[in-house]
Every structure is written in C-alpha cells, then in structure tokens.
C-alpha cells in the first residue's frame, strides 16, 4: 500500500531501486544507497515478481534515487504499458526522462537542514512541474517551516500541487509534527501528506 503522497491508502506495487548518493541526514532508507545491494534482475522478471503478489492499480518506482538509475527510462516505458498508474518518488536531481498520461513524478525536493545537496534537488523544478501530473512533496522537520515557504515561493509552486509531510519514524513524532504543520496547510492551501505505514506498521522494511 502506498502510505504517503498523493495516492496514500492506494494498494500498491513497490518497486526499489538501488544507488543514491543525495545523502539526507533522515533517510530511512540509507540501505540503497550503494549501487551495489539489492538484487539484479531482468525487467520482465522484476514484474513478475511483483504481479505474483496480487494485482494493484499502481506501481511506485522509488528508491535511492530512481532518476539517477541506468535504464530507467527503459523501465518506466515498459511500466506505462503495465499498469493503469505508475508513481516514481524522486528528489529531483536529475530532470524527469519523459512525460506520458500514466506517468506521475512525485516530486521531494529537500530542505537545507536535510543535505548539502538540497539545491541540486531545486535545480529541475520548472521541468518537473511543465508536467500538469507532477506533484511536490516536502518532508518537514521541527524548525524548517521558513525554509519551506521561501522556497516554495522562490520557485512559484501552486500551493494545490504541494503536501507537506511530517518526518518521523515513529506514530508519536510524526502526530506532533503533523499537529504543527496542519495549521500551516490550513494557512497557506498546501496538502498534508499522511504517513499511513509508519502509522500501521512503524520503522518496518518491506511494507
Ligand atoms: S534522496 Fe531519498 S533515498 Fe536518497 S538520501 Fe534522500 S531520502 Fe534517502
């Protein structure tokens, strides 16, 4: 199930790709960050795999870093073919490969508290939202709602296309920050993004 964004509560195909080397100080995902893990597999086997685990009306290409992966754009090509909506999760370091009906980018680029690399993860902006399907997605600490606004602001986001979501790894952190950030979608028109798998199943891989 996707558990955040613009499809949270989605059943839902996870598809991880391994490599990143954006280096935020909070990831919960820092086991791909070498380009060596993981398993290599051919992209017809990959689906298989997934379709083995049942059907669902989507598939999260997600990582590391997906954009930055070779052949992703072979994959996302095949994926657009497969399934009725294909999400990749990206924090915006490389542009987006292509645009197609059934391709949604969500679209996290990083604060400057999270990485000396948060810039980069700007630098694409006005490519990622020419495609009227991409979304943006924040992930906030205590303390960088000034950044936040600033940025969204400097790059003219549509407030409708912005979620904010509260970092954490654990129900009690990620309620109290959500609290905070609640009055600030209130104020200014962006989305709260829920983190429904910390929710249901805490700091847990492969769920
Ligand atoms: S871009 Fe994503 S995978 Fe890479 S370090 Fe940041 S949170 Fe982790």
């Known amino acids: 199930m996707q558990g955040e964004g613009p499809s949270a509560g989605m059943p ?9 080397d954006v280096g935020c100080h909070w990831c919960d995902t820092k086991y791909t960050w070498e380009s060596s893990g993981g398993r290599e597999l051919a ?3 990959a689906f298989a ?11 999260v290409v997600t990582g590391g870093e ?10 996302l090509a095949a994926a657009v073919g497969q399934w009725p909506r294909v999400e990749v999760e990206t924090s915006g370091v490389s542009p987006p490969p292509f645009e197609h009906e059934r391709l949604h980018f969500v679209w996290s680029p ?13 630098s694409h902006a006005a490519r990622f939202m020419s495609d009227p399907r991409t979304q943006v997605k924040i992930v906030v600490s205590a303390g960088d709602q000034d950044d936040v606004l600033r940025l969204v602001r ?14 954490g790894l654990t129900d009690a952190v990620v309620r109290e920050r959500a609290l905070a950030l609640a009055e600030l979608c209130m104020r200014e028109g962006f989305r709260l993004s829920p983190r429904l798998h910390v929710w249901l199943w805490g700091a847990k891989r492969g769920v």
């Not at 997906?66 to 994959?75: D, K, N, S, Y």
């Not at 549509?158 to 509260?166: D, Q, Y």
């Open 66 to 75: 997906p954009l930055t992966h070779p052949g992703v754009e072979r994959l």
């Open 110 to 122: 990083k604060l400057p508290s999270v990485t000396p690399r948060w810039a980069e993860t700007w």
């Open 49 to 59: 795999a997934l379709r083995a685990l049942g059907d669902a009306p989507l598939l």
């Open 154 to 167: 400097e790059h003219a986001l549509p407030p409708e296309r912005v979620a904010l979501m509260p970092e």
């Open 12 to 20: 839902a195909h996870f598809l991880r790709l391994q490599g990143c």
């Open 43 to 45: 992209l017809a086997d």
